[in-house]
């Protein structure tokens, strides 16, 4: 007994240690207790000033610190530390409270001061995170180099920059959004004020569409990404992190070839289907795996698909000596694949949903975000998925888009000096949070004690006697007088719910005796409503059901918008929550805190089934099904077994682990192929610039004839391996011929020796490089007037050499992360990451070689370079990418995975791409 509390005390202290990412709420206030101490004791003497005057002030105030900030290195901190950001806040404190009514707490400025740290928050709902994203922003907008603040959504942006508006005026600081369908002079004004409100996916999209028209005299996003203050910010640095931002061009509807294929290949599946349903088996005809996503045709359904294909080939494609099994295969992979993807792992109203277009007549397929529920129009997936989907829900079907740039979010985040965030579920994701961005998070503790009621969970076995619980614990609420907001999986359920429970005859009852505000949902289709939706939710014996979508950013007040029932709300126990379904651990803990806002009192409970998502994607609904059976429980029964939960949580933690290691697994990838594609950014930038101050080069002319002399030295060297040797005239027509191919120069073989002459590899290099000398000063002084300052016209051909060259090379990496042999090699070899760093410096290797030959010929040849001519010249992207792709599989199949090099290639130093070899 006496050892107990010296073990609870050292295992306390080790896992403090452990958790080094992660402050508690105790910590984070004696960190910062002299910093408020300091901010409300000015904040009592500024309390006493008249409006004018305090203004007044602020004004003056706010040109100082400008001036102040604008000078300061971003590295010397120590003016703040000694009292300017305390000051500062001071000053947003009280001008919050003349604008807003709303007197900041001690908990918000400990915030503030986190972020202004470059720490993640953890805040309770209801905590005011919305206030200290404004006190962030303000300590960092006066240098003058922009506060981004990105939150989840249009509607969140809006409503925020409407209420926070006056603060930022107050303060002497200007202001602006970005949303959808803005347009781009209007982007670069809210960009060009000192904080801009919009949602990351807006933010990234503009990134990319000014880097791909890089140079342009009007850049969408004006200036580099500076700091960026994330609302919600697991969601958007973990849900949404991996996700490719992705600026593509659709050319309209498919060829007819192509979508007879579509719909052909949805034929097979949609019969196969019908055929495993006649006979409920299932199994014999697909094998799908829901937690790893992945589904293909057994040894039957394989037979069934080669039956049917082989009946749709006219009687002379038929027979076995006419038949082309090879173009079976390709069948199967091109459009097989996609199709049973769309229907075995791709649900309508969870995954995405059927909504009319604007002319009212045809239909199409928008996203659903996984997490929040909610439409994401513009997004689509690749590799056939899209038009899979448009054939099995027998919409039109469009071409797939030409990617033309992409970027993942996580990635976009990185290219910001300083990321920071908040959210109420922070502390879930901090370790994931610290190992991929290196940021800790504090955890900030409430401004009034949680006065909300944890009631123990319920489970059932299946959802039809969940819909009765949930009903039960409705009409117990609507009896007492209290909200119901139910929180259900996706919008299916939610759809399926919101049905029984407008319709049940007891509920309705209640409703009509009391005059309570009809039952409502918050879904993919009534998002336009959203705002009307939740000003009503809080009413008293109001129904609200809703996807995940409630779970953040929603503000649910007691008594209504204008809390006129606040008092009778609160007196018959405040708002009723419940989680339908299981979810993941933090949007659970989303979801749960719409109640309880400072120290308003609520209550909260969990629903779940065997026939709940998670458990069948982990395959373990039969289990839990045995399991409580053997527990003797029947049908009807509800129960709350410790054993039931524990198992639950066990289920819970496998998928987020999984998750996880998926998401890590894509960010590395997402990673080498970011700083290569960040080194052909610096490539553009650098001759945007013109800054060519390297080996001796003054300028663009002079260095790419730099690079010509490597690209002639690698002929010479490719067709004479030996150094030393006697090199003779009929020896060098090689030599000429790839050099002419590369210049058309037409240089002759008299022009370099005579028949006498015996040269060696440095003569034939010199020479070579007299006479194109003398060629290319000779083409620029006809065709362009030789200037040795490159011009405009030239700078600009180089750049969309290097942006076609991006595109190509961001294509092939696609490519090969979908290629059999990095297939081969994830299922054989442990070190897939050097292997894939490998192959990628391949592909960046030969796309840069490709590169520099482009732009030696456009350069020094004196090329017209017209958009014509380029666009003859050039192959398209994706050609050019598959070509490297299939080359590189080649090599894959023949040799196999190589391991070697994986040390020397993590250890290479990042040179300069264009440098000459």
Known sequence: MILKPIFTYFAGIWQKLGQHYLSDPEMVAERYAENIHDINALRDTLSSQDDDTFFQEVQEKSAIWRATLTETDENDTDENDMGLRNEILAYACETIRRKLNINPYDVQLQAALSLDDGRMCDQGTG??????????????????????????????????????????????????????????????????????????????????????????????????????????????LIDDGTTPLIISNRHGGVEADEERNIIFANDIIKTIRQKASSENEDEKYFDVDLQSRQVTLTDEGQNLFEEIYRASLPDDQNSDENFDINSMNDFLSVYIKPALMAHFLFDRNKDYAVLPQDDGVTDSIVLIDKQTKRKMPGRSYNNGLQQALQAKENVKILAETEQQDKISIQYYCSKYRNVVGMSGSMAEAAKEIYEVFGVETNVIGRNKPSAVLECDDKFVLDQSTQIDTLKTQIIEDLKAGRPVLVGAADDATAKAIFEIIKNDDDILTIISENDYPKPDILCIDTTHRETEIVENAGLPGAITISTPMAGRG?????????????????????????????????????????CGRQGEPGRTMAIRSCDDGLFIRMNLRDRMIGLLKRLGMDKDEVIDDPMITKSMRYALKRAENFDMDARVHTIKYGNVEGENDDRFMKMAQRVFESDFDMEDCEDLQDYMFLIFENLVSDIITRHFPQDGRSIFDDEIDGVLEEVNALTRFQIHKN???????????????????????????????????????????????????????????????????????????????????????????????????????SIVRGILVGYDISIRQQKAMAETS???????????????????????????????AVTDPLQPA
């Open 127 to 236: 905590e005011g995170k919305t206030v200290v994203g404004v006190l962030a922003a303000v300590l960092n907008a006066y240098a003058g180099k922009g506060v981004h603040i990105a939150t989840v959504n249009d509607y969140l942006v809006q409503r925020d920059i409407e209420e926070m508006h006056p603060v930022y005026t107050g303060m002497g600081l200007s202001v602006g959004m970005i949303v959808s369908d803005m347009p781009p002079r209007n982007r670069a004004q809210a960009y060009n004020c000192d904080v801009t409100y919009g949602t990351i996916s807006q933010f990234g999209f503009d990134y990319l569409k000014t880097r791909l028209n890089y140079g342009n005299d009007d850049p969408v996003q004006p200036r580099e990404p500076n700091f960026l203050i994330l609302d919600e910010a697991d969601q958007i």
């Open 554 to 594: 929603t503000d649910i007040k007691l008594g209504g918008k204008d809390r006129s029932a606040y008092d009778q709300v609160c007196d018959a126990g405040g708002l009723s929550l419940y989680v339908f379904g299981t979810l993941d651990t933090r949007s659970e803990k989303q979801l749960r805190g719409r």
């Open 751 to 853: 022009d370099i020796m005579s028949d006498e002459d015996r040269l060696t590899r440095e003569d034939l290099f010199d020479r070579i490089l007299d006479v194109a000398d003398e060629i290319w000063k000779e083409r620029h002084e006809v065709v362009t007037g030789f200037d040795m300052q490159i011009n405009p016209r030239q700078r600009s051909f180089v750049i969309e050499q290097i942006q076609r060259a991006r595109l190509e090379y961001g294509n092939a990496m696609t490519f090969l992360r979908e290629s059999r042999g990095m297939e081969q090699m994830n299922s054989e070899f442990r070190d897939h990451m050097s292997f894939f760093q490998f192959q990628a410096k391949i592909l960046f290797d030969k796309q840069l070689d490709k590169l520099r030959h």
């Open 878 to 908: 994706i050609v050019a990418a598959q070509r490297m792709a299939e080359d590189l599989g080649r090599v894959l199949d023949r040799d196999g995975p190589r391991k070697t090099h994986s040390d020397s290639i993590q250890q290479e």
